[in-house]
């Protein structure tokens, strides 16, 4: 699979990383190990130690925090993946004995990896996502979902939330969103924003309970904003119908999605509300977040991918429904992008070659 590498990928929560751990994970096809140096600042190497390629995420942590050792015949690489340490012989140490190492930091309560050369790594291509990991602990419900699919079937899935109609009916779902028009804004090559709002229809069910007044009519929203490679911000909400928003409930959500492998994706779901704020109303709200994402979203997901298979999405010609606007002008930006970066590498290749 071609990956877009001018981009910022999530590879985790920053507290999925403690000191002193490492971290293996795959993200885009490779194996990486993480861990944080003395000073907290995260490395990521490639997890295959140069010599016999031996994964180093089963080694060690040493030189107090600077460097991995490897499991199998202990050479030590430091977080730029150079190799510090060479217990045979002289001592001396290979010049090949390198492995790859990635850019990487912490933004947001998140881990980020830098998909292209370090050298190019732009901090600016971090969306905002501070309105979500701000929210208090106990309005707060974080997840890490692998699922067996490609990743932009999951992007799908959140820029079309009509599904919650019918997946979710009954928890999520109204019939509000499926009757409302999508309106759709684009914001620029990276970024895409999907809206639908409705006035008169009864709020979802695991709304309609915290609003001031049940079983009455709403004005609702479901916004969704986009940025690639694969971040997803949605807010989702419902007021009695005329009130503020803000007398409403309102939920700010992350949905975060990265390639593991072909066919496999690293999901990742931040979700927080402005109600139902404290210990036991999180413990309660947890189960349905849960359920919702484990026992409905994901097997419909891993389905979708059982019966695409390898076959090219496109290839298939799938039919376009309204609640679809969002997703395909996603998926379109992905593509250019890509796209650019494929027509761009040969260019630079050529550059470089013709360079006195
Ligand atoms: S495989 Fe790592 S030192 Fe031999
Ligand atoms: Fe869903």
Same mark, same amino acid.
């Given at each position: 699979?071609?990956?877009?590498?001018?981009?910022? *990928?999530?590879?985790?929560?920053?507290?999925?990383?403690?000191?002193?751990?490492?971290?293996?994970?795959?993200?885009?096809?490779?194996?990486?190990?993480?861990?944080?140096?003395?000073?907290?600042?995260?490395?990521?190497?490639?997890?295959?130690?140069?010599?016999?390629?031996?994964?180093?995420?089963?080694?060690? !942590?040493?030189?107090?925090?600077?460097?991995?050792?490897?499991? *199998?015949?202990?050479?030590?690489?430091?977080?730029?993946?150079?190799?510090?340490?060479?217990?045979?012989?002289?001592?001396?140490?290979?010049?090949?004995?390198?492995?790859? %190492?990635?850019?990487?930091?912490?933004?947001?309560?998140?881990?980020? &990896?830098?998909?292209?050369?370090?050298?190019?790594?732009? /901090?600016?291509? +971090?969306?905002?996502?501070?309105?979500?990991?701000?929210?208090?602990?106990?309005?707060? +419900?974080?997840?890490?979902?692998?699922?067996?699919?490609?990743?932009? &079937? &999951?992007?799908?899935? =959140?820029?079309? &939330?009509?599904?919650?109609? *019918?997946?979710?009916?009954?928890?999520?779902?109204?019939?509000?969103?499926?009757?409302? #028009?999508?309106?759709?804004?684009?914001?620029?090559?990276?970024?895409?924003?999907?809206?639908?709002? @409705?006035?008169?229809?009864?709020?979802?069910?695991?709304?309609?309970?915290?609003?001031?007044?049940?079983?009455?009519?709403?004005?609702?929203?479901?916004?969704?904003?986009?940025?690639?490679?694969?971040?997803?911000?949605?807010?989702?909400?419902?007021?009695?119908?005329? /009130?503020?928003?803000?007398?409403?409930?309102?939920?700010?959500?992350?949905?975060?999605?990265?390639?593991?492998?072909?066919?496999?994706?690293?999901?990742?779901?931040? %979700?927080?509300?402005?109600?139902?704020?404290?210990?036991?109303?999180?413990?309660?709200?947890?189960?349905? =977040?849960?359920?919702?994402? %484990?026992?409905?979203?994901?097997?419909?997901?891993?389905? #979708?991918?059982?019966?695409?298979?390898?076959?090219?999405?496109?290839?298939?010609?799938?039919?376009? !429904?309204?609640?679809?606007?969002?997703?395909?002008?996603?998926?379109?930006?992905?593509?250019?992008? +890509?796209?650019?970066?494929?027509?761009?590498?040969?260019?630079?290749?050529?550059?470089?070659? @013709?360079?006195?």
């Amino acid at each position: 699979m071609s990956h877009l590498r001018h981009a910022w *990928y999530v590879a985790g929560f920053a507290d999925e990383l403690a000191p002193g751990q490492l971290l293996a994970r795959t993200l885009l096809d490779e194996p990486l190990v993480f861990f944080r140096q003395p000073d907290g600042r995260v490395a990521a190497l490639q997890d295959r130690c140069a010599h016999r390629f031996a994964p180093l995420s089963a080694g060690t !942590l040493c030189e107090g925090g600077a460097a991995v050792q490897c499991p *199998y015949h202990g050479l030590r690489f430091d977080a730029t993946g150079a190799c510090v340490h060479n217990p045979h012989g002289s001592g001396a140490i290979p010049r090949a004995a390198r492995v790859r %190492s990635w850019a990487v930091l912490e933004r947001h309560r998140l881990l980020w &990896l830098w998909a292209g050369d370090a050298v190019a790594a732009d /901090e600016a291509l +971090i969306p905002d996502l501070s309105a979500v990991t701000a929210a208090p602990q106990h309005a707060t +419900i974080r997840g890490h979902q692998p699922t067996a699919c490609d990743h932009r &079937l &999951l992007a799908d899935n =959140i820029l079309d &939330l009509t599904h919650a109609d *019918y997946l979710h009916a009954g928890s999520l779902g109204s019939g509000a969103i499926t009757r409302a #028009q999508a309106e759709v804004t684009d914001l620029g090559p990276r970024s895409v924003r999907i809206r639908w709002l @409705s006035s008169g229809d009864l709020a979802p069910p695991a709304f309609d309970q915290h609003l001031r007044e049940q079983g009455r009519p709403t004005d609702q929203w479901t916004e969704v904003t986009w940025t690639a490679p694969g971040v997803m911000q949605l807010h989702v909400g419902a007021t009695l119908q005329g /009130e503020p928003r803000e007398s409403g409930v309102d939920t700010c959500n992350l949905h975060l999605a990265t390639p593991e492998t072909t066919g496999r994706t690293h999901y990742w779901y931040w %979700s927080t509300r402005n109600f139902a704020i404290g210990a036991e109303a999180n413990a309660a709200i947890r189960p349905l =977040i849960e359920f919702a994402f %484990s026992q409905q979203d994901k097997p419909m997901l891993e389905a #979708q991918q059982r019966r695409i298979g390898t076959a090219d999405f496109w290839s298939l010609k799938p039919v376009m !429904l309204a609640g679809d606007a969002g997703a395909v002008r996603a998926r379109r930006k992905l593509d250019a992008l +890509i796209g650019a970066e494929a027509a761009a590498a040969p260019r630079a290749h050529t550059e470089m070659e @013709s360079t006195p």
